[in-house]
């Protein structure tokens, strides 16, 4: 990944689903004047993603926000519509903020990219949790393979924040 710690976070459009349509935003809206955490992960129901990403951020959720996280974000390079699916199915609630970066622009735009085409996914988010103090990357813990979750997962990262 080209982004490092004490980076700002670069302008970048990704899309949420409000009122069962999509949106276009930009990622600083979310971001702004708050700490956030955020957690890249190759696509919404793949395998590992599914058994321990995305459930262990949800699990743990008011771990982190006792220690003052104001919102957790999950990013993939699927579509809106996906992403809010995958949240539901996974009862995040409002613990979790579901969003799409279909376009990669955000992905690209902090470099982590992967090409998973062998797989037939095309290209992809590296997995990935970043802590983020007003736009600035203060934590940032890349896998070395996506199909790991190890440096990354909710219950390894916590005593980074």
């Not at 599914?50 to 743990?60: E, I, N, V």
């Not at 199915?89 to 735009?109: E, R, T, Y």
């Amino acid at each position: 990944m080209k982004i490092k710690e004490n980076d700002k976070i670069p302008d970048s459009e990704i899309f949420v689903l409000e009122d069962g349509e999509p949106v276009k935003k930009n990622i600083n809206e979310f971001l702004k004047n708050k700490k956030v955490l955020i957690f890249g992960l190759p696509g919404a129901y793949t395998s590992v993603c599914s058994a321990k990403h995305l459930p262990g951020y949800t699990k743990m959720h008011q771990e982190y926000k006792d220690k003052g996280i104001d919102q957790i974000i999950c990013i993939a390079a699927n579509d809106p519509f996906v992403m809010n699916a995958w949240g539901k199915q996974n009862n995040v609630g409002d613990k979790i903020v579901m969003i799409g970066d279909p376009l990669l622009n955000f992905i690209k735009a902090i470099g982590a990219e992967v090409d998973k085409s062998e797989r037939g996914l095309g290209i992809r988010s590296n997995r990935y949790t970043m802590l983020i103090d007003d736009m600035i990357v203060k934590k940032l813990k890349v896998e070395a393979e996506t199909g790991i979750c190890e440096v990354s997962a909710a219950e390894n990262f916590l005593d980074l924040v």
